[in-house]
């Protein structure tokens, strides 16, 4: 069993920065993609971020030269720097990860609350 745990969430005025990480842990697994999505009240979840086992790294326009993806060498964790922070920003953000564990397997952290003060 994988789990996915998230931190760096929290209250911050608009214009400022976050980090939010999330690290797997639990059984043997090989990383394929390891993503960041958020999710606003009343709407569905939108992709933000992904990397790639072998770094490569992608991003919606919307958070294009604010926000930047990374993951540890090890690559059991992703970290989500986001920068210039907007109140229009929403408010949940969901790690996710499709892992080899012995067959591609998709798991979700249990979401991180950002919140953005104008």
């Known amino acids: 069993q994988v789990q996915l745990v998230e931190s760096g969430g929290g209250l911050v005025q608009a214009g400022g920065s976050l980090r939010l990480s999330c690290a797997a842990s639990?059984?043997?697994?090989?990383?394929?993609?390891m993503d960041w999505y958020r999710q606003a009240p009343g709407k569905q979840r939108e992709l933000v971020a992904t990397?790639?086992?072998?770094?490569?790294?992608d991003y919606a326009d919307s958070v294009k030269g604010r926000f930047t993806i990374s993951r540890d060498g090890a690559k059991t964790a992703v970290y989500l720097q986001m920068n210039s922070l907007k109140p229009e920003d929403p408010d949940v953000y969901y790690c996710h990860a499709l892992l080899d564990v012995g067959g591609l397997s998709s798991y979700w952290g249990q979401g991180t609350q950002v919140t953005v003060s104008s």
């Open positions: 639990g059984s043997r697994f090989s990383l394929n993609v």
């Open positions: 990397v790639t086992s072998d770094g490569r790294s």
